[in-house]
């Protein structure tokens, strides 16, 4: 069976790559299960320092694979590896980059809230497209969203929820720094090794700080979002969004 989420370690950087290119590497409950497991063996791991998360192709993540979305309107239950995988990356301890090198949809976009570094290249495009599909914002992005960009600017893109490219992304501060796709993973390396080469517990340390003003009712925030998602997911304006698109073809 194919891997749809491969790690490789250099030097101290663990890269976790998503390898679903055929579906813009959409994300099913088993690659929910193997970034979980990834994230926990990294956290413990002493020898992994920081983590680079990619895709492959010419997308990062196409978000929640929408299939799944519709076997979980009557099985809420398969919701969890989602949360799972959100919490623990919320809470995940040591610096977190992310090489976009293309499409970021849904939780392909909310999942950099939670990076450290982020690099994307000038194709990359974003969108968080949830209300449009009879859903509500997740993984923590109803407060990360407004605390980041304030209250307009995150309207605009929650509820307007219009595609916007690398360039918008950059200006917006979701981005750190727009690189050539063909430069973008060693670029992104780079910068991943130059963390993980520095003094692990000051580092960690230094993350937390930076982080603890947004981590309050974080958790909370992702559960309620979790709960009120899988409410939506039930009602009719999901279940014909969710149509539409599986029917498209
Ligand atoms: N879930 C399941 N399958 C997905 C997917 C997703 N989120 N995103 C893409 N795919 C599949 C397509 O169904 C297609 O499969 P097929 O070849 O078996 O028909 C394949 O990936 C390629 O996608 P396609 O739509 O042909 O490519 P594109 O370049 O025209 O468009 C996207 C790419 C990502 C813009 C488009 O597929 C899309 O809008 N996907 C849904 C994104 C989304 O709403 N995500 C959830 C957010 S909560």
Known sequence: MTELVTLYQQGAVL????????KKNALNQAM???????????????????????????????????????????????LAPVMEFLHRLAAFPKPMIAAVNGLAI????????HCDLVYACPEAKFQLPFVDLGLVPEGG??????????????????LLAER??????????LVNQLVNVDELQHH???????LASKPPLALQAAKQMIKSH????????IDIEGREFATKLKQQEARAALAAFLQRR
Do not use: C, W
Not at 106 to 113: A, E, F, Q, V, Y
């Open 164 to 173: 916007f490219n690398a360039e918008t992304a950059y200006r917006l501060g």
């Open 214 to 221: 947004r981590q309050m009712g974080l958790s909370e925030v």
């Open 106 to 113: 849904g939780i392909g976009t909310t999942m950099l809230l």
């Open 188 to 194: 992104a390396m780079e910068q991943a090794e130059k």
């Open 141 to 158: 992005s109803s407060l990360l969203l407004p605390n980041m960009l304030g209250h307009q600017k995150a309207s605009e893109l929650l």
């Open 15 to 22: 890269q976790i790559t998503l390898q679903r290119p055929e």
């Open 32 to 78: 929910y299960l193997q970034l979980t497991a990834a994230l926990e063996q990294a956290a413990d791991d002493k020898s992994v320092g920081a983590v680079l998360i990619t895709g492959s192709s010419d997308s990062f993540s196409s978000g929640n694979d929408l299939a799944d979305f519709v076997a979980m309107a009557d099985k809420p239950e398969g």
